[in-house]
């Protein structure tokens, strides 16, 4: 991104010629790809026209004034299609922005689009959504990831720079491993979720994706920083892009958890991870076995919270305030029907999920024994970075699989075996590419630290990013 900006700053190239670019990119390659809901053509030229006002003026926004993003289609944006890429919000435009897409706005970074994920952001392959599955760039037969599989898409399809993305429970790193692009899930509460239309409030995360991890920590310090309109929002400054110091990794103290390397995970990943901690620890980094066994029960505690707090979230989609109506003779039988003609599957089975487990039958047998296993879990992991100063894991058990090859949901909600234990921890983590298949496919690797210590895993990164040959900026 760095080399984009100086031409910029040198005029050697115009924001609005950069836009075009990109746009043009978009036309050859989304047809097979479908990671766009909205394509905002005129909207984004006219920005970067302004950004390019900016610049002959000298007083551009910001250093990456005029670089075009996308955002996930859950994220409010001004006047622009909000759909949740679900039949209920299909004619939804917000009159406000998300507080994210009014950092992007402040830095000057004009908004291409909006990118396609499953509805409502339920679901780990981007197949469930109203606008059809988005494809995986290296193979468009397999999945992108999801539920940004969009976003992710977009970044490894060359149609986007950088793009945001939500995470749940792995809804930026899985896409981003299956994709072979860089994402980051940042500490609950460092980004701001204004605006971000909620799936489960607790677990819901806000964070970027982009080819490298330099790009990703330059996307990120536009996110970041405390927000009164977000409640969750943490009560913490700015952050600022590290100066990527390679002697971070001279005593490094790195957690391998084992319980991540059993039954389950591919082999080619297994050994391009270990490959990636090996060269970590030639490099002067220790390598210490810990354990993380609670990892056994994050999925189902997972589950368990994600579809009861969607249930909630969710109630508020009747036909009245939001979506389209359908009529009926009686409210109770408008709202049933409303719902039933605009949600799509998945979401219908997780919302009865949810109300299920919060029934006053059920609640304490599910929803509060789940909300005991997550304190377990959140402490278990604290105590690990007590003693290590990273946790590395694999991102995903298997590189991204087929287009409607897993048709049982309980296999898709086994792709954020490795990833949901940070968002119920809410401890940062990171997936960056550490090499490909036989087949050419996409692997990711996982570097999880401490609260707010974003700087260290990014650092810890960029190193495995350099190791693996990858750490290519946008241009």
Same mark, same amino acid.
């Given at each position: 991104m760095k080399k984009l900006a100086q031409l910029l700053e040198s005029k050697q190239v115009s924001s609005e010629e950069v836009a075009q670019k990109y746009l043009n990119r978009i036309k050859e390659k989304d047809s097979e790809i479908n990671a766009f809901i909205t394509v905002d053509e005129d909207g984004v030229l006219q920005q970067a026209r302004a950004a390019d006002q900016r610049r002959a003026q000298g007083s551009p926004l910001s250093k990456w004034d005029g670089i075009p993003i996308a955002i996930k289609d859950n994220i409010s944006t001004q006047g622009l299609l909000t759909s949740c890429a679900s039949k209920f919000l299909s004619n939804y435009k917000p009159v406000f922005d998300a507080t994210v897409v009014s950092k992007?706005?402040?830095?000057?970074?004009?908004?291409?689009?909006?990118?396609?994920?499953?509805?409502?952001?339920?679901?780990?392959?981007?197949?469930?959504?109203?606008y059809g599955a988005t494809c995986n760039p290296h193979d #468009?037969?397999?999945?992108? $990831?999801?539920?940004? !599989? +969009? /976003?992710?898409?977009?970044? *490894?399809?060359?149609? #986007?720079?950088?793009?945001? $993305?939500?995470?749940? !429970? +792995? /809804?930026?790193?899985?896409? *981003?491993?299956?994709?072979?692009?860089?994402?980051?899930?940042?500490?609950? !509460?460092?980004?701001?979720r204004f605006g971000v239309v909620a799936l489960a409030p607790s677990l819901d995360h806000v964070g970027p994706l982009a080819k490298s991890v330099e790009d990703v920590a330059i996307l990120f310090s536009l996110l970041a920083g405390s927000d009164p309109g977000d409640s969750t929002s943490a009560q913490i400054g700015p952050f600022a892009v590290p100066s990527w110091d390679g002697s971070v990794v001279k005593g490094l103290k790195i957690g391998v958890p084992e319980e991540f390397f059993s039954t389950g995970l591919n082999s080619e990943v297994e050994?391009?991870?270990?490959?990636?901690?090996?060269?970590?620890?030639e490099q002067g980094a220790t390598l210490i076995p810990i354990s993380l066994a609670s990892n056994a029960y994050?999925?189902?505690?997972?589950?368990?919270?994600?579809?009861?707090?969607?249930?909630?979230?969710?109630?508020?989609?009747d036909g009245i305030r939001y979506g389209e109506r359908v009529d009926a003779e009686d409210t109770n039988t408008m709202y049933a029907k409303s719902r039933a003609a605009g949600f799509g599957t998945e979401?219908?089975?997780?919302?009865?999920?949810?109300?299920?487990?919060?029934?006053?039958?059920?609640?304490?047998?599910?929803?509060?024994?789940?909300?005991?296993?997550?304190?377990?879990?959140?402490?278990?992991?604290?105590?690990?970075?007590?003693?290590?100063?990273?946790?590395?894991?694999?991102?995903?058990?298997?590189?991204a699989f087929k287009i409607g090859e897993k048709r049982d949901p309980l296999e898709l909600y086994l792709s954020d075996l490795y990833t949901a234990i940070a968002n119920l921890s809410g401890v940062p983590a990171l997936s960056l590419p550490c090499g490909t298949t036989s087949a050419g496919l996409p692997m990711g690797v996982q570097?999880?630290?401490?609260?707010?210590?974003?700087?260290?895993?990014?650092?810890?990164?960029s190193l495995i990013e350099q190791g693996v040959g990858g750490g290519v900026s946008g241009d």
């Amino acid at each position: 991104m760095k080399k984009l900006a100086q031409l910029l700053e040198s005029k050697q190239v115009s924001s609005e010629e950069v836009a075009q670019k990109y746009l043009n990119r978009i036309k050859e390659k989304d047809s097979e790809i479908n990671a766009f809901i909205t394509v905002d053509e005129d909207g984004v030229l006219q920005q970067a026209r302004a950004a390019d006002q900016r610049r002959a003026q000298g007083s551009p926004l910001s250093k990456w004034d005029g670089i075009p993003i996308a955002i996930k289609d859950n994220i409010s944006t001004q006047g622009l299609l909000t759909s949740c890429a679900s039949k209920f919000l299909s004619n939804y435009k917000p009159v406000f922005d998300a507080t994210v897409v009014s950092k992007l706005k402040q830095a000057g970074l004009p908004i291409i689009g909006k990118t396609n994920l499953d509805e409502f952001a339920m679901g780990s392959s981007t197949e469930y959504s109203t606008y059809g599955a988005t494809c995986n760039p290296h193979d #468009i037969e397999r999945v992108s $990831g999801g539920s940004s !599989g +969009g /976003s992710a898409a977009a970044v *490894a399809a060359e149609m #986007i720079p950088w793009a945001l $993305g939500t995470d749940t !429970g +792995g /809804s930026i790193r899985q896409p *981003a491993s299956f994709c072979g692009v860089v994402g980051l899930k940042p500490t609950y !509460g460092r980004v701001s979720r204004f605006g971000v239309v909620a799936l489960a409030p607790s677990l819901d995360h806000v964070g970027p994706l982009a080819k490298s991890v330099e790009d990703v920590a330059i996307l990120f310090s536009l996110l970041a920083g405390s927000d009164p309109g977000d409640s969750t929002s943490a009560q913490i400054g700015p952050f600022a892009v590290p100066s990527w110091d390679g002697s971070v990794v001279k005593g490094l103290k790195i957690g391998v958890p084992e319980e991540f390397f059993s039954t389950g995970l591919n082999s080619e990943v297994e050994q391009a991870v270990r490959n990636s901690l090996k060269m970590l620890e030639e490099q002067g980094a220790t390598l210490i076995p810990i354990s993380l066994a609670s990892n056994a029960y994050a999925i189902d505690t997972y589950l368990t919270i994600v579809t009861a707090e969607a249930s909630s979230s969710l109630a508020r989609f009747d036909g009245i305030r939001y979506g389209e109506r359908v009529d009926a003779e009686d409210t109770n039988t408008m709202y049933a029907k409303s719902r039933a003609a605009g949600f799509g599957t998945e979401v219908k089975r997780r919302i009865m999920l949810g109300t299920y487990v919060l029934s006053a039958s059920q609640y304490e047998a599910y929803y509060e024994q789940a909300q005991k296993v997550r304190t377990i879990i959140k402490q278990e992991v604290s105590e690990a970075l007590k003693q290590v100063d990273v946790i590395i894991t694999p991102t995903t058990p298997t590189p991204a699989f087929k287009i409607g090859e897993k048709r049982d949901p309980l296999e898709l909600y086994l792709s954020d075996l490795y990833t949901a234990i940070a968002n119920l921890s809410g401890v940062p983590a990171l997936s960056l590419p550490c090499g490909t298949t036989s087949a050419g496919l996409p692997m990711g690797v996982q570097v999880m630290g401490d609260y707010f210590s974003e700087e260290l895993i990014l650092q810890v990164g960029s190193l495995i990013e350099q190791g693996v040959g990858g750490g290519v900026s946008g241009d």
